[in-house]
């Protein structure tokens, strides 16, 4: 498995709890504006938001208009009239400072660094949360790029979201460079249509489905280092 120089790591659900930043961020959010905030709240959010992001994978959105648009339906279901632009806003601010590592993350990016691997993040979030978590975390002291799709102009899966990311990290051969991710729909399919192999990271033990064909799956970061270290 020693071919591999440079691996590409998928931020969210991957090295970042997600899950729990989303719920932080945005019950202080609705907080502030006199909203209510439980976790039925937080649940309809996040499923307005899930199905807004696989529906840019489909490219039947934008994420300029994504971000925007979920608050607004979110508003609507709360028959609230406050400004969705305004709540995303600060919701993105708040995003940026609530950075949890899923557990073990960085002890499982050091032990890929001291093997010899050149990391880099890349990741379809928005540019100042994923910097904000990325310094908060420490994540910045042990992989040294971060790739965020806003900035480089293309999101997963599209092709060019690996053509640009390569070309900014001065790789040409693709056969050295492995993606790692839980995102069958973004990691995986983006990794297939970009020529270069994929770990799909399902600490779920989910079953495939779609399109995407991983060229390993692994159920933990022990798993994973086995392939790229073992
Ligand atoms: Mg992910």
Redesign the pocket.
Known sequence: MNQYKVVLL?????LLDFHRSEREALSKVLAAHGLPCGGGVIAAYSEINDGLWKAMARGETTQSALVVERFARLVKLLGSSEDPEVLNREYEQGLGREGHLLPGALEFCQRLRDGGLELAIATNGLPAAQWGRYRGTGLDRVVPHLLVSVELGAQKPQKEFFDRALAALGVSDRSTVVMV???LE??ILGANRAGIDSIWYDPAGKPLSGPAVPTFTAASYDGICALLLG
Not at 10 to 14: G, L, P, R, V
């Open positions: 998928d931020a969210d659900m991957t991710g839980d995102g973004t990691d």
